[in-house]
């Protein structure tokens, strides 16, 4: 299978989301996927729709890039933290400048409805979250809506969730346990 990676924290150093990320794209590719990864920290663009969607601004090769991977890919995986109930505004960025019609989905012409573009692909979304995810949804409700219903589900995709909480306190143990699966989901391409 083809999958694409988007790594979603901004800061690529040393982070859990960037480890985790590696992990999925090695084993992918050990169990002989064709594995592309960007890095939303590494890719040049203005996150910001200055004109809302009124005007469409010029596409950054970087986000053509991405836009490209996806379409090509069978399986995509998004890994980011949880910052203050959803993902952090770099990724909301990409998202809101590369998640466009004709790319992702099309609007009938009825008005009636859309079109996914993704559709016949699935998704792997990882949040990472400080706090258990249980007390998150107690909190403040499902604060992966966003990502796997109004982003990728509205485009076509087939989305699994994986939340891994107390992400900043993994004991090497649980780290390790955590490696493990992430691996095993990305032989499979899941």
């Given at each position: 299978?083809?999958?694409?990676?988007l790594?979603?924290?901004?800061?690529?150093d040393?982070?859990l989301?960037s480890?985790?990320a590696?992990?999925?794209?090695?084993?992918?590719a050990?169990?002989?996927?064709?594995v592309?990864?960007?890095?939303i920290?590494?890719?040049?663009?203005d996150?910001i729709l200055?004109?809302?969607?009124?005007?469409i601004?010029e596409l950054?090769p970087?986000?053509?890039?991405?836009?490209?991977?996806?379409?090509?890919?069978?399986?995509?995986?998004?890994?980011?933290?949880n910052w203050?109930?959803?993902?952090?505004?770099?990724?909301?960025?990409f998202?809101?400048r590369a998640?466009?019609?004709?790319?992702?989905?099309?609007f009938?012409k009825?008005?009636?409805?859309?079109?996914?573009l993704?559709?016949?692909?699935?998704?792997?979304?990882?949040?990472?979250s400080?706090?258990?995810?249980?007390?998150?949804?107690?909190?403040?409700?499902?604060?992966?809506?966003?990502?796997?219903r109004?982003?990728?589900?509205?485009?076509?995709l087939k989305?699994?969730?994986?939340?891994?909480?107390?992400?900043e306190?993994?004991?090497?143990?649980?780290?390790?346990?955590w490696?493990?699966?992430?691996?095993?989901?990305?032989?499979?391409?899941?």
């Open positions: 299978m083809k999958i694409f990676i790594q979603g924290n901004p800061d690529n040393g982070t989301s480890d985790f590696s992990v999925y794209e090695r084993e992918a050990a169990a002989g996927h064709s592309q990864r960007a890095n920290g590494d890719l040049q663009f996150p200055h004109k809302g969607y009124k005007v601004q950054e970087d986000l053509k890039m991405v836009q490209q991977g996806m379409k090509d890919a069978d399986h995509i995986m998004v890994i980011y933290p203050w109930g959803t993902m952090p505004a770099l990724l909301k960025g998202f809101d998640w466009l019609p004709a790319f992702a989905f099309r009938r009825d008005g009636w409805g859309w079109q996914r993704l559709a016949g692909k699935t998704a792997r979304v990882i949040v990472l400080k706090t258990q995810p249980w007390m998150l949804r107690l909190l403040f409700g499902d604060y992966t809506n966003e990502i796997g109004a982003i990728l589900g509205f485009s076509g989305v699994r969730i994986t939340k891994v909480g107390n992400s306190h993994l004991s090497p143990e649980k780290k390790a346990s490696e493990r699966k992430i691996g095993a989901l990305a032989r499979r391409a899941k």
